[in-house]
């Protein structure tokens, strides 16, 4: 299950508004027969290409899968129907599949043909790399990450606006690979104004999938995210739009205001906080939250470290709400 968590991780970036599901088939004698993960939408899940280069040496044996296999008919034929066909024995699952359409039932028939199936090892792993799917499914909103750039004193632009650039290049390309594992770049259209970005993912090689540019309020004439979304209003209506567009993680890349309004309305699933050993030393640079904060000491928000690395001479601090607004009992991963 470790192997098929890993297969899932290695295509991220590439199956969306597909789950990255990875799955490994052991023969009869517990041998390695076949692997596979999910492909783009339209092409094989996991479990088709694993069993697709297992061949006959499925039969009779184990399929180990991070999701639970799908029971209908999409853009592919039910994952659950072609294990029976290839005669597994046994089907491991991590996680349950909290989408209305599987939920249970991919299991169901499974077991109904006679198939041995086993729920929830490594479940915690598989959950940890899903979790922006899994949120979708469960809330039908994206899962929302804050990426914010700043100073050890929390300030994220000088007085006159400039902020490039805060930090160096290991955290900026950090950054850039968030781009490329979210469906959405979302920014006001200050931030836009300011820095004029693309809010594409600038790596190398040029990843296969760029995100929706998404910017609240109107971008300027002639600005370089075009083509974008434009989107106005309450945030939670923003989220229900782009999570009906199948947007599973929209990383959320505005300024001040923006980013308060996300925290302040509990919106936010994920911080990631890029710390640079620089200080503005007053008061008049931008901070990280623009608005009414926490009033006393009691009324603090508090969260839970998730990571600490550091990228070069910066800092990258991962956080998440302890609770999370969107966790499952036991808290997000």
Not at 30 to 47: V, Y
Not at 90 to 112: E, F, K
Not at 161 to 170: E, H, I, N
Not at 171 to 181: I, Y
């Amino acid at each position: 299950m470790r192997r098929a968590v890993e297969l899932g991780q290695q295509v991220r970036t590439r199956t969306s508004p597909n789950p990255w599901v990875g799955a490994v088939v052991l023969g009869a004698d517990g041998s390695l027969a076949g692997e596979g993960a999910t492909a783009p939408p339209g092409g094989p899940h996991a479990e088709h290409s694993a069993l697709a280069e297992a061949g006959e040496l499925a039969r009779a044996g184990t399929c180990f899968t991070t999701l639970e296999p799908c029971s209908t008919h999409g853009r592919t034929p039910p994952c659950a129907d072609a294990l029976i066909a290839a005669g597994v024995r046994r089907v491991v699952v991590a996680l349950i599949d909290p989408d209305d359409h599987v939920q249970g039932r991919g299991v169901a028939r499974l077991q109904a043909s006679g198939v041995e199936v086993s729920i929830g090892v490594l479940a915690d792993a598989a959950a940890a790399s899903l979790w922006p799917y899994l949120v979708h499914r469960r809330t039908l909103r994206p899962y929302v990450v804050l990426k914010l750039a700043a100073t050890l004193d929390g300030r994220i632009a000088a007085p006159d606006g400039s902020a490039r650039w805060l930090t160096g290049d290991l955290a900026r390309a950090d950054a850039h690979r968030l781009r490329a594992m979210s469906d959405a770049v979302l920014v006001g259209a200050g931030t836009i104004r300011a820095d004029d970005s693309e809010l594409t993912a600038r790596l190398d090689p040029v990843p296969e999938h760029q995100p929706l540019r998404v910017v609240l309020g109107h971008a300027p004439d002639g600005a370089r995210v075009h083509p974008a979304i434009e989107l106005t209003g309450d945030l939670g209506a923003v989220l229900d739009e782009l999570g009906a567009k199948g947007v599973l993680q929209v990383l959320v890349e505005g300024g001040a205001r923006v980013a308060h309004g996300f925290h302040a309305a509990g919106l936010v699933d994920r911080y990631v906080l890029y710390f640079a050993p620089a200080l503005f030393g007053g008061d008049d640079a931008v901070p990280m939250f623009s608005g009414p904060g926490a009033p006393r000491v009691e009324d603090l928000w508090r969260g839970r470290v998730v990571s600490v690395t550091q990228l070069g001479s910066d800092l990258r601090v991962e956080l998440a709400p302890d609770p999370s607004p969107t966790s499952t009992p036991g808290g997000a991963p």
